[in-house]
């Protein structure tokens, strides 16, 4: 299961990524957490063993070497992009891929932690953050991921999640929105957008304080999408705050919703085809749009449409 979390900055969505991650892991699942927004502190909110490791976006020319593999498609690493799909000759990734070992911050046995990287002295007034967020995409791209592994990965703030085609690579978007006037601004863009595209999705309320939260929210939210409701909590402020707070130190009443957002969610099944098709669809946009001049080729053709993903009908 991919399951992205988008909402406004401030809206606690990194916190209930590294709270739904910790809960998940409590209950032996094994879980690939991915810090992707422009501020990256999922890592310091998520308790468990860490260790160093590098940032995938910084680091990503081991990873597009081994993932390229006898694709004979893609000529050279140099032609192989963020949108790039995979193909016959590709080698797969899943959670045990020791390509992966060099990427991963996390020292526990059922928990895979990787971060897109922070923008370097480089990057600085010459490359967008989306040049780290594409190495998210390479990755999904190419992962394989069984039924009893979640994939959690914590987007960039606001609408910009939509500016690359990371967003068609997951199971189900998780919307975290705050009682506020921004957050319901951010959840209508992500709503239209999303239905748009036949994405499904969940809207999950936070900082919930009283009943006047609730009902602000449950006005302006459509009933379908509105799932679960977090509330303002001793626990939760603390590791807002960077403690090392655990599931077991929540309230009942977040605990059970977090229970609800797992038991929602278990029922959603994998479209592999949809997310092939999104694949091709947007590597064909960035091929024609810039890729294609700036490398002097046309990338269009490292779609190889003879190539299904495991289990893919």
């Not at 590294?18 to 998520?46: A, C, P, T, W």
């Not at 045990?96 to 990057?123: C, M, P, W």
């Not at 490359?127 to 592994?149: P, Q, V």
């Amino acid at each position: 299961m991919r399951i992205a979390f988008v909402g406004k900055g401030g809206s606690g969505k990194t916190t209930l990524t590294s709270l739904f991650g910790e809960y998940l892991i409590s209950q032996n699942h094994r879980v690939i957490l991915i810090d992707g927004d422009i501020n990256q502190h999922l890592l310091s909110k998520v308790s468990i063993p860490q260790k160093s490791a590098q940032t995938l976006g910084n680091n990503l020319h081991p990873l597009k070497n081994h993932l390229k593999g006898n694709n004979k498609k893609i000529s050279n690493v140099q032609e192989f992009i963020k949108t790039t799909p995979p193909g016959l000759g590709s080698n797969l990734l899943h959670f045990d891929s020791d390509i992966l070992n060099q990427y991963d911050f996390s020292d526990h046995q059922n928990v895979r932690f990787f971060k897109a990287g922070e923008n370097t002295a480089q990057d600085l007034g010459v490359r967008c953050y989306h040049s780290k967020t594409g190495s998210i995409e390479i990755l999904l791209n190419h992962l394989i991921d069984l039924d009893n592994e979640y994939i959690l990965v914590d987007m960039t703030a606001g609408a910009d999640s939509f500016a690359s085609g990371l967003f068609t690579k997951f199971d189900l978007i998780i919307i975290v929105a705050a009682p506020n006037l921004g957050s319901i601004d951010v959840y209508q863009q992500h709503r239209d957008h999303l239905k748009n595209h036949n994405l499904p999705f969940f809207v999950v309320a936070n900082q919930i304080e009283d009943q006047s939260d609730h009902n602000y929210l449950q006005n302006l939210i459509e009933q379908e999408h509105y799932l679960t409701s977090f509330y303002k909590s001793s626990a939760l402020k603390l590791k807002e705050r960077g403690e090392k707070i655990t599931v077991n130190q929540l309230e009942n009443e977040n605990l059970t919703s977090l229970q609800a957002l797992k038991e929602s969610i278990n029922p959603i099944e994998r479209d592999w085809t949809r997310i092939r098709n999104h694949s091709h669809h947007f590597h064909t946009q960035n091929s024609l749009k810039w890729a294609n001049s700036e490398l002097g080729t046309q990338l269009e053709n490292q779609i190889d449409e003879t190539f299904l993903y495991p289990g893919e009908k």
